[in-house]
């Protein structure tokens, strides 16, 4: 049975697209039949971090008002064989994503499309994409940076997704947290500049699945249309790639979370 796995953020600018498109990456790349959703109708960005952005001719929204097949919608991944994606309109008001409409399409995606695992790039905050992709989550992955505002937003998403989702609705079994530290800068933790992991895991009291160092990396892939994590020699690739692991079962520590000890030259020249 196909898993839904909402990424998601109580603020913008945390590396939540960015996670989405390594984390479905990933979970490709080790064999794993993968569809990621752009949620955040009318801001698509999706396909520019995934690369695809000159073939989409359909959207999630044509899908859903029947203006297209779901076949017709999904963009094959030119570099991973078992990933899909499934890109946000561009054109559309949010009000055109409905339950039974974003329903239909995750039921064809497990069933017609056999996809394990369905990641859903939600939108920050509370508006009703954001919402939407919330409610059908089975597992969630809420993306956050060591600040106080970040973590404080990610509190709200935790309580929304305790109450609102659909396994909070039908009394289910309550939805899977993880929580994604991104942006984490070691230095600048070590001077209190940013919260550390334990102050962030005493406030939100989640288990975290994953911490990605700051990388200048993480934008330069953006820009040419590469998930981080096919970088295999850069550290927040490397960071995404154990977080992938942790999530199919693994036990890993935690990477990168000490400074880098420099040495003279680099003082020196602050290379």
Do not use: W
């Not at 905050?125 to 919330?134: N, Q, Y």
């Not at 609102?164 to 070691?186: F, G, I, N, Q």
């Amino acid at each position: 049975m196909a898993k839904t796995i909402v990424v998601t953020s109580g603020k913008g600018g945390v590396g939540k697209t960015t996670t989405s498109a390594s984390f479905a990456a990933g979970l490709a790349l080790r064999g794993h039949k993968t569809a990621v959703i752009d949620f955040d109708i009318g801001l698509r960005n999706l396909d520019l971090i995934l690369g695809c952005e000159r073939r989409v001719v359909y959207d999630f929204v044509n899908v859903i008002n029947g203006e297209a097949k779901l076949n017709q919608a999904l963009i094959k991944d030119k570099r991973l064989e078992n990933l899909y994606i499934l890109p946000a309109s561009q054109t559309r008001d949010k009000d055109a994503l409905t339950l039974d409409g974003v329903s239909k399409v995750l039921h064809d995606l497990q069933h017609e499309f056999e996809c394990e695992y369905i990641v859903c790039d939600s939108p920050a905050g509370i508006e009703k994409g954001a919402l939407m992709a919330l409610y059908f989550a089975d597992e969630a992955i809420v993306v956050t940076n060591p600040e106080v505002s970040s973590v404080r937003d990610s509190d709200r998403i935790l309580g929304i997704l305790a109450a609102k989702s659909r396994r909070a609705v039908e009394e289910l079994e309550p939805v899977k947290e993880h929580l994604l530290v991104a942006r984490y800068d070691s230095r600048r933790v070590a001077i209190g500049e940013m919260l550390s992991l334990e102050d962030i895991r005493g406030i939100l009291g989640i288990p975290i699945l994953g911490v990605i160092p700051e990388s200048p990396g993480v934008l330069q892939a953006s820009n040419i249309g590469t998930p981080i994590i096919l970088d295999d020699e850069n550290p927040a690739a490397q960071a995404y790639s154990d977080m992938v692991d942790r999530f199919l079962g693994e036990e890993l520590p935690l990477r990168f979370l000490e400074p880098e000890k420099r040495g003279l030259l680099k003082r020196l020249f602050g290379s």
